[in-house]
């Protein structure tokens, strides 16, 4: 059994997560509600504050990343560092800051999104920073300490969150949590690192 730090865990995306990850400790943290800690992914004091008071811990799982949409010529700055500031840097410093804390050999899950292979109209910036990440998890994995793992998953939209998603996504063909719940449980349990898992219909 794991002790995993799973961020976003009252979200669709993090319920699915959690339906993968029943075979380990997880302490849940988020922006807010009930979860065990509360952490802004935005804020690197408030990363490390999570880090220090967990201690031990063996995996971190993440699913959340605030994007704004808007079309490209309509997307203000302050959009893009929204963007930019949650699902880009706010991932990358879970794992920058993580790393001085993760157990050996343990492993970082981050999220990016299937809209920087199938892009949408006024998804540009949730497009842009989904395959930073992605490229990001691919090259960083051969610079991790201690024999850290990190993939991140990238799924379509979720059966359960259609209703909100699925009148900007004609064409798209949801999955259940369940089979995002495996993409997550492949990466915590498994020994891959450096790979995007694709979870798409």
């Given at each position: 059994?794991?002790?995993v730090?799973?961020i976003g ?7 699915a997560a959690?339906s993968g990850?029943?075979n380990?400790k ?8 009930d979860?065990d800690?509360?952490v ?7 990363i ?13 799982v ?5 994007c704004?949409y808007?079309?490209?010529a ?10 930019v ?18 157990a050996?050999?343990?492993?970082f ?10 892009p949408?109209p006024y ?11 992605d490229t990001?998890?691919?090259c960083?994995?051969l ?24 009148e ?5 063909e949801?999955v ?8 997550f449980?492949r990466?915590?349990?498994?020994f891959?690192?450096?790979e995007?898992i694709v979870?798409?219909?």
């Open positions: 059994m794991k002790t730090i799973l865990a009252l979200g669709k995306m993090g319920q959690l990850l029943g380990h997880v302490i849940t943290a988020g922006r807010s509600g979860v800690h509360i802004d992914i935005t804020n690197e004091q408030s490390r504050a999570l880090y220090e008071t967990v201690g031990h811990f063996d995996a971190v993440n699913t959340v990343g605030l704004e808007a079309s490209f309509e997307m203000t700055e302050a959009q893009w560092m929204t963007t500031m949650s699902k880009m840097m706010g991932q990358i410093n879970l794992v920058r800051i993580g790393q001085e804390y993760i050996d050999a343990g492993s899950t981050l999220i990016s999104g299937i809209l920087n292979k199938k949408i998804a540009i910036a949730d497009a842009t920073t989904s395959g930073a990440i990001f998890v691919q960083v994995s610079e991790m300490p201690r024999n850290t793992r990190i993939n991140v998953v990238n799924p379509t939209v979720l059966v359960e969150a259609w209703d909100v998603y699925g900007m996504m004609p064409g798209f949801p259940p949590s369940a089979l995002v719940g495996k993409a449980e990466s915590v349990d498994g891959i690192t450096g995007v979870v798409d219909a």
